[in-house]
Each structure stands twice: as C-alpha cells, then as structure tokens.
C-alpha cells in the first residue's frame, strides 16, 4: 500500500477534483478517483488520506484514498485500488472462492458488448474454461452496517452483469466481487432505491448462475494498511 498523507476534506467537485486542508494549514486540489456519487463520503472538513505520485507528468500528483463518512467511518473512494486489493487477496489465499487457478489476467477485453473483465483466471493452457471475475468497489452505507452497490444509477453495472451471463451461459465461471472498502458495512446489497435495472439485473444473473461474493477491507490509515480479509454476506 502506499504511503497515506492526512489533511482535513473541504469540497469534491467537477467529478475528479477535491479541495483539502492540509495539516500546515495550506490548501491544496488533488485528483478524486471516483465516478460515481460518493453518496456519504462527502463530509466537509472531515479527516481524509492521500497519497503521492512520483509521476512528474501529473497535474495533480495527490489522489484522495480514504474519506471519513457521514456516520463516522472510514471509506476507501479509489475505485482503482479495488483491483489491487482482490489481487492481492487471491494470491494470499484470503478469497477462497477464487483459488486454485494458475493464471491470472487483468484487464482482458472479452463480450459481445466490448467490456474489459477485471480478472481473468485459468487452472491450465489445455482447459478451455475460464473463470470471469468483475469487481466493483462499495462506499455507500445507508443505515448502520448496510452497504449497497451502487452509489448512482450505473449503466455501465449493467452492461458488465449481462456480459457475465452471457461468459456463464458458455460454461464459463462467471463472478461479481464486491470489494467493501468501508469500515461500517457488514452486509452488502443492490440499491434498487437507486438503479432499479441494476437490481433486476443482478437478480437476473445470480439466477443465470453468476456467482456474487463480496469481501470486506481492514482500513487503518495511520499504518498505511488497505487490505481484504473477511468475507461478508451479500443479501439476494
């Protein structure tokens, strides 16, 4: 994990811009990896984390980590890190749903609909049967330990869950990974409240035989530590 820098959260704006205090008093923007709404994680003048890139290339060389939610918990916002932290939780063995497979592939275009899956893991070169993993990282508490995916209406959520059927009805492996960074949530769900065709569709593909676990994060900043290591209980 890298390095986390603390500062005061002042403003999110303009999607990818964040505005922080930082503890010297000075103020800074910092570049806000997340598209969706932050729904909850957005409190002013609360404590957040960052870190720094070494790329001298960057306009924005800070990019907001971690934020201090509504009821008081911590929330990881990058939705770039969950990559990461699921790889790194299959190859420690935390995730045991998604073990023994000798490879391991990101990013890999795949579907009628041109999607880029997460991961892509295979036992061997011989076994034409692949397991399809797609990742979505959750933030949004509503009520006291309820975390719900997702945090805006997400058509391209959709998008991906169709292409899981379709990789499932193939006789693929197909699974939806909800990656919890957030120190409140014990359970997770789809927020038909929100985007009531990603809930159908979820409830279409767990039907169909898409697998959908969801791992929650242990969160301490003061150590620099982001990590996966429990399963949590996703309600269906």
């Known amino acids: 994990m890298a390095v986390l820098f603390p500062a005061l959260l002042l403003r999110r704006y303009k999607r990818f811009l964040a505005d922080v205090r930082l503890p010297d008093g000075s103020e800074i923007t910092i570049h806000c990896p997340n598209t969706g709404s932050m729904k909850n994680c957005v409190v002013p003048e609360s404590p957040c984390w960052y870190s720094l890139s070494e790329n001298k290339a960057r306009k924005y060389p800070q990019t907001l980590e971690l934020v201090t939610t509504s009821g008081g918990h911590i929330a990881g ?11 790194a939780a299959i190859q420690s063995g935390v995730i045991t749903e998604l073990q023994g497979y000798g ?8 579907g009628e609909e041109k999607s880029r899956i997460d991961f892509l893991l295979s036992s061997n070169p011989a076994d034409a049967r692949f397991c399809y993993v797609e990742v979505k990282n959750v933030t949004l508490m509503e009520s006291e330990g309820e975390g719900f995916f997702p945090d805006a209406v997400s058509e391209r959520g959709s998008k991906h869950l169709r292409e899981l059927m379709a990789m499932r009805a193939q006789g693929h492996r197909a699974v939806l990974l909800f990656c919890v960074q957030h120190s409140g949530i014990l359970s997770v769900r789809a927020a038909a409240h929100i985007d009531a065709i990603y809930a159908a569709t979820l409830a279409s593909a767990h039907a169909a035989g898409v697998e959908v676990i969801a791992y929650g994060a242990t969160i301490q900043p003061e150590q620099h530590l982001i990590a996966l290591d429990r399963p949590l209980p996703v309600l269906l």
């Open 77 to 87: 916002i990058n939705t770039g890190r969950a990559n990461d932290l699921v790889e």
């Open 103 to 110: 490879s391991l592939k990101r990013e890999q275009i795949y």
